[in-house]
T-cell receptor, first 112, second 110 residues
Framework: GENVEQHPSTLSVQEGDSAVIKCTYSDSASNYFPWYKQELGKRPQLIID???NVGEKKDQRIAVTLNKTAKHFSLHITETQPEDSAVYFCAASKGSNYQLIWGAGTKLIIKP | SQTIHQWPATLVQPVGSPLSLECTVEGTSNPNLYWYRQAAGRGLQLLFY??????ISSEVPQNLSASRPQDRQFILSSKKLLLSDSGFYLCAWQDSYGYTFGSGTRLTVV
């Protein structure tokens, strides 16, 4: 079955710098890759997703890139702000009738 | 619009007591529903999922059970709680591709 690995487990960056979180997946049939942000004590919330027919997607300071050949995808956050501090989860699935397979999460710390 | 309700928000229960957490979804029919547990500072552990009324799949053998008595209702239960059952319980429904999570129940077993 699918396996998703996420790195690093903790990432500390200076406010204003960029942050990159990487995930790899094992099942080449996976075609949907969402990223969720979970603030302390709150529920995970979808922040951006990408489907396998595109290589990059941007939404303001957040972008996701996908390399299908290498089977990895990354979350990029530019100009980081204190409110970006949270745990970020990547996931992968083969489509709407399939479960999401989750990465273990990355705790992002933004240093003032 | 679709919404998901989960309650209670917090719960403190003694060891050996029963548990019932409820999750309901509005604005959609025949959703895939999920129960996850999250230990403090850890990832998302899938407990149960359901693709329809009465259809429950268990991912992790333990003293928890789940039921789906109605299309939009998903219940997590236990007959006797253990200390290790403490955690943050999240219900989710599958919106086409991604998930929308309920607000979660923080369970402390004492």
């Amino acid at each position: 079955g699918e396996n998703v690995e996420q790195h690093p487990s903790t990432l500390s960056v200076q406010e204003g710098d960029s942050a990159v979180i990487k995930c790899t997946y094992s099942d080449s049939a996976s075609n949907y890759f969402p990223w969720y942000k979970q603030e302390l004590g709150k529920r995970p919330q979808l922040i951006i997703d990408i489907r396998s027919n595109v290589g990059e997607k941007k939404d303001q300071r957040i972008a996701v890139t996908l390399n299908k050949t290498a089977k990895h995808f990354s979350l990029h956050i530019t100009e980081t702000q204190p409110e970006d501090s949270a745990v970020y989860f990547c996931a992968a699935s083969k489509g709407s009738n399939y479960q999401l397979i989750w990465g273990a999460g990355t705790k992002l710390i933004i240093k003032p | 619009s679709q919404t998901i309700h989960q309650w209670p928000a917090t719960l403190v229960q003694p060891v050996g007591s029963p548990l019932s957490l409820e999750c309901t979804v509005e604005g959609t029919s025949n959703p895939n529903l999920y129960w996850y547990r999250q230990a403090a500072g850890r990832g998302l552990q899938l407990l149960f999922y359901s693709v329809g009324i009465g259809q429950i799949s268990s991912e992790v053998p333990q003293n928890l059970s789940a039921s789906r008595p109605q299309d939009r209702q998903f219940i997590l239960s236990s007959k006797k709680l253990l200390l290790s059952d403490s955690g943050f319980y999240l219900c989710a429904w599958q919106d086409s591709y991604g998930y929308t999570f309920g607000s979660g129940t923080r369970l402390t077993v004492v």
